[in-house]
């Protein structure tokens, strides 16, 4: 046998596109006649985000922005810093934030607070995954695709080294897995 990562189905591609839809339609409903943009943060927002402006049945602009968090290992000190900015006027605008995972809080309500200063009408936060169990600052999250308390996950965007964003569903990941295959069945 040799080492892979093992791979189990959380969410599948069929639960994540309705889903995806109905916040599309909340978000149509909700910014009738308002001058909406939708910001991705980098990398982990863009095949969500790409899929929910083309469910929003509103004229809107897209930008992105690319934050990094340090700290010390794996853990947050919740030190954010701004690697690419918006390039949009905000100025008078409602902004809603696209992320992938949402769960120290500590980059959304940096974000949230910078965002602000733009003299935007309005700044709400939708994120595909929430995983609340991990908040350490308290950030309102407007709109949520799943609530996933445990486990490392990857596909639909969301990566391990840099690996797994184009699986179509939401996978836990178990890195170094003694197996034969590779790639996950959609079970």
Same mark, same amino acid.
């Given at each position: ?14 639960? @994540? ?5 109905? @916040? *599309? ?20 927002? %863009? ?6 402006? $083309?469910?929003? =049945? ?5 930008? %992105? ?5 340090? *700290? ?8 954010? $810093? ?14 809603? @934030?696209?992320? =992938?995972?949402? =769960? ?21 936060? +939708? +994120? ?5 169990? $991990? $908040?350490?600052? =308290?950030? &309102? ?19 391990? &080294? ?6 179509? *569903? @939401? ?9 034969? *295959? %590779? ?5």
């Amino acid at each position: 046998m040799k080492t892979v990562d093992e791979l189990k189905l959380v969410i599948s591609k069929e639960d @994540i596109n309705n889903r995806v839809s109905e @916040i *599309g339609e909340q978000i149509t409903r909700e910014y009738q006649d308002r001058q909406l943009a939708v910001i991705g943060i980098l990398k982990g927002a %863009f095949i969500f985000m790409a899929d929910l402006v $083309r469910k929003i =049945d509103l004229p809107l602009e897209v930008d %992105f922005i690319r934050l990094q968090s340090y *700290g010390s290992g794996t853990e947050s000190a919740g030190q954010v $810093r701004i690697t690419k900015d918006v390039e949009l006027p905000l100025k008078d605008k409602h902004v809603v @934030i696209v992320e =992938d995972i949402v =769960d120290t809080g500590y980059t959304l309500k940096y974000l949230k607070q910078v965002l602000s200063l733009h003299q935007t009408a309005s700044v709400k936060i +939708c +994120c595909l995954i929430d995983k609340k169990e $991990r $908040r350490k600052v =308290d950030v &309102d999250v407007d709109y949520v695709g799943f609530e996933v308390e445990k486990g490392f996950l990857v596909g639909y965007g969301l990566d391990y &080294d840099e690996q797994y964003r184009q699986l179509p *569903g @939401i996978y836990h990941l178990n890195p170094r897995y003694e197996a034969k *295959g %590779f790639f996950p069945s959609e079970r």
